[in-house]
């Protein structure tokens, strides 16, 4: 890969500050969850009739045929995006707790909060507790020769979006693997506060505003209290192969690929919870004069084990560990390989707390013992994947030599001044690129955004000047696509 280099495109940047500010914020003992009733928001429409929201569901499905005469019990997936037309006043009440402080303790309330209302079909139409929402264009497949996920887009059952692949012995030695790799499928809700900065960027269905999570424009960015909670569910193991932290599993019938990279065709199949990720635009993790390196955001993710056996199945989810930077001094240049046998806690990193406990399963964690899950990959880390997040996507997803992940040794890359880019602590709504535009960590946004106007420019029959100046790269989260 070539330096990474700043291509002009014609887009005219304002600047302006980020509307949040950290010293705008004042923790107290009496912080409330707004009432559900009292937030303003786009009429959600019931029943049929509902594709007037203008977004299509899902974009993979058997025929209506099909599921009514053999799937009728199964859920159908709806898409959420009657978006709070105005700003939510309170911020949730978990940010009462100290992430720094008390990291155990913030990870645990931050799922509780997800999980309240919306278990356990993570269905945001049921909960009665808050508002949570989806993010629109996911539906379709990427296209062009170096698509990725091949085959993806989200499926009918639950509105999950094929992101990744899983290698042999990645979750752990009984893992061999199989014939094009297991796939990730997953799931993300956003909170209110999300919704806003989404119903902003989405209030003309036809013609979404990219700028609104760039910092550089008015209101740019994610709000404070902003919540994103994803489940990622797994088509492994199959076969003789065993992973003993998916036994007892959580599973859902879903519209699936039969791999990742090899087929095209769709079949029903079983999926297994596998991980849960959360992000939070928290004000303690803001830049300031006393935080001169703040990004803003706090990452947090658990790993489903089984073998705890919990009467609730979603509270089989153990904490892996938060992260709010990426340690950008620290340059060490190591990996856990596969299979995953201990996890390796490196003490030495200041913005990642691992949460050693029994009952997590090992974990192989990111580069040089960062936060990763068992879905990512090895020799990166949550937060420098999404610091790439960016429309349009001119910045690859990961340092080269970041894939093939899981080898015996690590990248010899690592820890080289370009691969250091990709480590760098960003600030919230900030581009890695400055000449495209920031949305504020979140990839799914970013593929949604491309997966619109990719469709509307094939409508209008013709291409754009700026395609040319900045081409876009393929948003790659797995592994290198093996080779014949």
């Given at each position: 890969m070539?330096?990474?280099k700043?291509?002009?495109?014609a887009?005219a940047?304002l600047?302006?500050?980020?509307?949040e500010k950290?010293?705008?914020?004042k923790v107290t003992?009496?912080?409330e969850?707004k009432?559900?009733?009292?937030?303003k928001?786009?009429?959600?429409?019931?029943g049929?009739?509902?594709?007037?929201?203008s977004?299509p569901d899902?974009?993979?499905?058997?025929?209506?045929t099909?599921y009514?005469e053999?799937y009728?019990?199964?859920?159908?997936?709806r898409l959420?995006?009657?978006?709070?037309?105005t700003?939510?006043?309170?911020l949730?009440?978990f940010?009462e707790?100290?992430?720094?402080k008390?990291p155990?303790k913030?990870i645990?309330?931050?799922?509780?909060?997800?999980?309240?209302?919306?278990?356990?079909?993570?269905?945001?139409?049921?909960?009665?507790?808050?508002?949570?929402?989806?993010?629109?264009w996911l539906?379709p497949?990427t296209?062009g020769?170096?698509?990725?996920?091949?085959n993806?887009?989200t499926?009918g059952?639950h509105?999950?979006?094929?992101?990744?692949?899983?290698g042999?012995?990645?979750?752990?030695?009984?893992?061999?693997?199989?014939?094009?790799?297991?796939s990730v499928?997953?799931?993300?809700?956003?909170?209110?506060?999300?919704?806003?900065?989404?119903?902003r960027?989405?209030?003309?269905p036809?013609?979404?505003?990219?700028?609104?999570?760039?910092?550089r424009?008015?209101?740019?960015?994610?709000?404070?209290g902003t919540?994103f909670a994803k489940?990622?569910?797994?088509?492994a193991?199959?076969?003789?192969?065993?992973?003993?932290?998916?036994?007892?599993?959580?599973?859902?019938?879903?519209?699936?690929?039969?791999?990742?990279?090899?087929?095209?065709k769709r079949v029903?199949?079983?999926v297994?919870l596998l991980?849960?990720?959360i992000?939070?635009?928290d004000p303690r993790?803001?830049?300031s004069?006393t935080?001169?390196e703040g990004?803003?955001?706090v990452?947090?993710?658990f790993?489903?084990n089984?073998?705890l056996?919990?009467?609730?199945?979603?509270m089989?989810?153990?904490p892996?560990?938060l992260?709010?930077?990426n340690?950008?001094e620290?340059?060490?240049?190591?990996?856990?390989p596969?299979?995953?046998?201990k996890?390796?806690?490196?003490?030495?990193?200041?913005e990642?707390v691992i949460?050693?406990?029994?009952?997590?399963?090992p974990?192989?964690?990111g580069w040089n013992?960062?936060?990763?899950?068992?879905?990512d990959?090895?020799?990166?880390?949550?937060m420098?994947?999404?610091n790439?997040?960016q429309?349009?996507?001119?910045t690859s997803?990961?340092?080269?030599?970041?894939?093939p992940?899981g080898?015996?040794?690590?990248?010899?890359?690592g820890?080289?001044?370009?691969w250091?880019?990709w480590?760098?602590?960003?600030?919230c709504?900030?581009?890695?690129?400055?000449?495209?535009?920031?949305?504020d960590?979140?990839?799914q946004?970013?593929?949604a955004?491309q997966?619109?106007?990719?469709?509307?420019n094939?409508n209008?029959?013709?291409s754009?000047?700026?395609?040319y100046k900045a081409p876009?790269v393929p948003v790659?989260?797995?592994?290198?696509?093996?080779?014949?």
């Amino acid at each position: 890969m070539k330096p990474l280099k700043y291509i002009s495109i014609a887009i005219a940047i304002l600047l302006a500050s980020c509307t949040e500010k950290t010293s705008e914020y004042k923790v107290t003992n009496n912080i409330e969850e707004k009432p559900i009733a009292q937030t303003k928001t786009k009429k959600a429409l019931k029943g049929l009739g509902h594709e007037k929201n203008s977004f299509p569901d899902f974009g993979f499905m058997i025929s209506p045929t099909e599921y009514n005469e053999k799937y009728s019990d199964e859920p159908l997936f709806r898409l959420k995006t009657d978006f709070p037309e105005t700003k939510p006043e309170k911020l949730p009440a978990f940010l009462e707790i100290d992430f720094k402080k008390e990291p155990l303790k913030y990870i645990e309330a931050v799922r509780d909060y997800s999980f309240e209302g919306n278990l356990p079909d993570w269905d945001p139409f049921k909960n009665k507790t808050r508002e949570w929402y989806h993010i629109p264009w996911l539906h379709p497949t990427t296209t062009g020769p170096n698509a990725y996920p091949p085959n993806g887009g989200t499926e009918g059952f639950h509105g999950l979006i094929k992101e990744a692949p899983v290698g042999a012995y990645q979750l752990g030695p009984d893992l061999v693997g199989v014939e094009g790799d297991y796939s990730v499928y997953a799931i993300t809700l956003v909170n209110d506060m999300a919704g806003y900065a989404m119903g902003r960027m989405w209030e003309n269905p036809n013609d979404p505003d990219p700028k609104v999570l760039d910092k550089r424009y008015p209101e740019g960015g994610f709000p404070l209290g902003t919540v994103f909670a994803k489940l990622l569910f797994t088509d492994a193991p199959k076969g003789t192969d065993k992973v003993a932290y998916l036994e007892n599993p959580l599973q859902w019938n879903a519209y699936i690929t039969e791999n990742f990279w090899k087929s095209a065709k769709r079949v029903v199949g079983k999926v297994n919870l596998l991980q849960m990720d959360i992000s939070v635009r928290d004000p303690r993790a803001d830049r300031s004069e006393t935080n001169p390196e703040g990004t803003g955001w706090v990452f947090g993710t658990f790993c489903y084990n089984g073998q705890l056996n919990k009467k609730n199945k979603f509270m089989n989810l153990v904490p892996v560990g938060l992260m709010w930077g990426n340690d950008p001094e620290n340059k060490v240049n190591t990996t856990n390989p596969f299979p995953p046998t201990k996890t390796i806690v490196n003490k030495n990193l200041k913005e990642t707390v691992i949460f050693e406990s029994a009952d997590l399963p090992p974990q192989h964690l990111g580069w040089n013992g960062r936060l990763n899950g068992p879905a990512d990959l090895n020799t990166v880390s949550c937060m420098s994947c999404h610091n790439a997040a960016q429309y349009p996507a001119i910045t690859s997803l990961v340092p080269n030599g970041a894939v093939p992940d899981g080898g015996a040794t690590p990248p010899k890359e690592g820890g080289s001044d370009e691969w250091m880019l990709w480590f760098q602590n960003l600030e919230c709504g900030t581009s890695m690129d400055q000449q495209v535009y920031s949305t504020d960590f979140s990839f799914q946004v970013a593929i949604a955004l491309q997966n619109f106007f990719t469709v509307r420019n094939l409508n209008q029959q013709g291409s754009w000047a700026s395609e040319y100046k900045a081409p876009a790269v393929p948003v790659k989260r797995g592994r290198a696509k093996p080779t014949k």
